[in-house]
């Protein structure tokens, strides 16, 4: 069963079966919530995910929109929206255990993407800090 948790661990879900979708979300939402350009989710059904430990805390960023996130570290965990994708909860792939388990494949409103997130690919790579 694939788990994952906050950074400080108070937070702990596991989800059973496969993901129905994983993929880059680039909305300003996202952006803004995450402060990040762009975030990872996988997608699964709502009966398959439960909490395992901790009590996550409701950040509503629209009326529709939960987003539960660790009141202790502040991890961002899991996006629920039963209006916009019913029966789903969306997950932060890298809270994830083993969030290379779950690739993307897709990138969704690209249209709010910085104009340089396309050409990010092409930057130098360095396995930790450049010397």
Not at 37 to 47: D, F, L, T
Not at 66 to 72: A, K, L, S, V
Request: proline share 9%; with cysteine; net charge negative.
């Amino acid at each position: 069963m694939p788990t994952g948790r906050c950074h400080c661990g108070a937070c702990v879900y596991a989800f059973e079966g496969d993901p129905l979708r994983s993929s880059i979300c680039n909305c300003t939402d996202c952006q803004r919530c995450a402060g990040a350009a762009s975030m990872a989710w996988i997608a699964v059904p709502s009966g398959a995910f439960r909490l395992v430990h901790g009590e996550p805390s409701l950040y509503r960023s629209s009326p529709d929109t939960e987003r539960w996130f660790c009141g202790t570290c502040g991890t961002g965990l899991y996006y629920i929206n039963e209006v916009a994708l019913p029966g789903i909860v969306d997950i932060q792939t890298a809270t994830l255990d083993d969030p290379d388990a779950y690739p993307p494949q897709a990138q969704v409103q690209w249209a709010d993407a910085p104009a340089w997130a396309g050409t990010v690919g092409d930057l130098p790579k360095f396995e930790r800090f450049p010397g």
